[in-house]
């Protein structure tokens, strides 16, 4: 019996009956150990070399340079503008060249680039750096994203998605404990450097274990890698046709989405970048215990990811478990707007409560692309829809640090981050339903 025809339905889903089913089932579960740690490291490297800045900031790095505290905002900001410009150039790349080889690239600039930025002490070279780094890591997710979609079902996607982006709040949180101590014993510019570094070195065990698509892998049986591509090109099929990428990006559910995404980046970039230092004002505390209260958001976050992208698979709904938890996540910063100034311990419990709810939707959220649009124009508006996300993330984190900065309290940054995040609740209630008829399809 071939292999690639002995099942019908997705293997995670089934229960394997015959010797041949198991066989398969053992072969594809291999995915989940080469493909996904691979990309969860990639993912957690590109976020520790990107949210480590917050922690310069808050351990005096205007100080020491001798700038003010607007230009240290817009230095923050500056690594979203150069993300937000090469969006669609970098997913174009990763859909018409190799994806893995792209992310290489990447891996090794961006690592050189962190590492830079605790070296350089003109602030206008610092800037071109931080433009440059943002740059580096505009491939990352489109590319990522992609390669997902090669390795993984309609009935996976959430999940894989979310072990993914998972990279995000779990890099937030060892790092928000780790960078805390490491600037107290070597200072901010050596934890630069130092946390630069494993980038670079992760670049060369990545482009000798991950591959572009199934058939190239050399770990898995050319009969269940065929039954993969097979499945794949199946649910391409039941997508409704988009001819170009013009006629896609103007489709109403994806302008919505990409101001959606910029709404609810510019809440959280703004609170990744930026709770170091509103945690340290609020609680004068030193940096090293900054770090360990900084990572409990963060926590919250990865429970409550995994939760929804298991339930998200398993009732494949996508939208309806994004709206609420950004609704909740919007109204818990309005809480600790409200109460900022009359009790720290009330306020940030408020910001555990929206940091859970701002990374909880994560993996159904990057699953309803794929769903929706054919892999022709998949890629390129992902790229488009993250990219709106940078240009909220340039605009929340600029702005976050701004008011931070010229008010010297943090209650204007959380009516700021708090009205961004419900808005993206609302818009995404106005998106147009998918098809019935494209849905069964899919199912089937």
């Not at 949180?173 to 901010?188: N, R």
């Amino acid at each position: 019996m071939n292999l690639s025809s002995s099942m019908s339905k997705p293997i995670p889903n089934a229960i394997p009956s015959t010797e041949a089913e198991r066989k398969l089932a053992s072969a594809l579960r291999k995915r989940w150990i080469y493909i996904l740690p691979a990309a969860f490291i990639t993912y957690s490297l590109a976020y520790l070399d990107r949210a480590n800045y917050g922690f310069g900031a808050a351990a005096g790095l205007a100080e020491t340079l001798h700038i003010t505290g607007a230009q240290s905002s817009l230095l923050g900001a500056l690594f979203f503008l150069g993300y937000f410009l090469f969006q669609i150039p970098g997913a174009r790349l990763a859909r018409t060249q190799s994806a893995r080889w792209l992310v290489f690239t990447a891996l090794v600039t961006w690592g050189s680039l962190a590492a830079l930025t605790g070296i350089i002490r003109h602030f206008w070279l610092l800037a071109i750096d931080r433009f440059l780094l943002g740059t580096a890591e505009s491939v990352i997710l489109p590319s990522m994203i992609l390669l997902l979609s090669r390795w993984f079902t309609r009935e996976e996607r959430s999940r894989a998605n979310s072990i993914l982006i998972l990279g995000n709040p779990v890099t937030v949180l060892w790092m928000s404990i780790i960078t805390g101590y490491l600037i107290q014993a070597v200072g901010w510019q050596k934890t630069f450097i130092i946390e630069g570094i494993p980038s670079i070195l992760w670049a060369i065990l990545w482009i000798l274990f991950m591959r572009d698509k199934p058939a190239e892998a050399p770990w898995i049986e050319s009969d269940a890698a065929q039954h993969l591509e097979e499945k794949l090109a199946a649910e391409q099929v039941a997508l409704e046709p988009v001819k170009s990428l013009k006629q896609a990006m103007l489709r109403p559910d994806v302008i919505l989405l990409s101001i959606q995404y910029f709404c609810w980046s510019l809440g959280v970039y703004g609170f990744v970048l930026w709770l170091p230092t509103i945690v340290h004002m609020g609680s004068s505390l030193s940096m090293g215990q900054t770090g360990l209260l900084s990572s409990l958001p963060y926590l919250a976050g990865i429970v409550a990811m995994l939760f929804v992208s298991w339930l998200s698979d398993k009732s494949l709904k996508r939208e309806a478990l994004v709206w609420p938890f950004l609704l909740i996540a919007g109204f818990s910063l309005m809480g600790s707007f409200l109460l900022a100034d009359k009790s720290f311990a009330a306020s940030f419990v408020c910001l555990v409560i929206a940091g859970g709810g701002m990374y909880a939707p994560y993996g159904p959220f990057f699953a309803i692309i794929p769903e929706r649009l054919p892999k022709n124009v998949a890629t390129e508006i992902l790229g488009v829809i993250n990219g709106c996300g940078a240009l909220g993330a340039f605009v929340g984190s600029y702005l976050v640090g701004l008011l931070q900065s010229l008010t010297g309290s943090s209650r204007a940054s959380f009516l700021l981050m708090s009205v961004a995040v419900i808005l993206s609740a609302l818009i995404l209630l106005a998106l147009p339903k998918q098809p019935q008829y494209r849905n069964e399809l899919i199912k089937s």
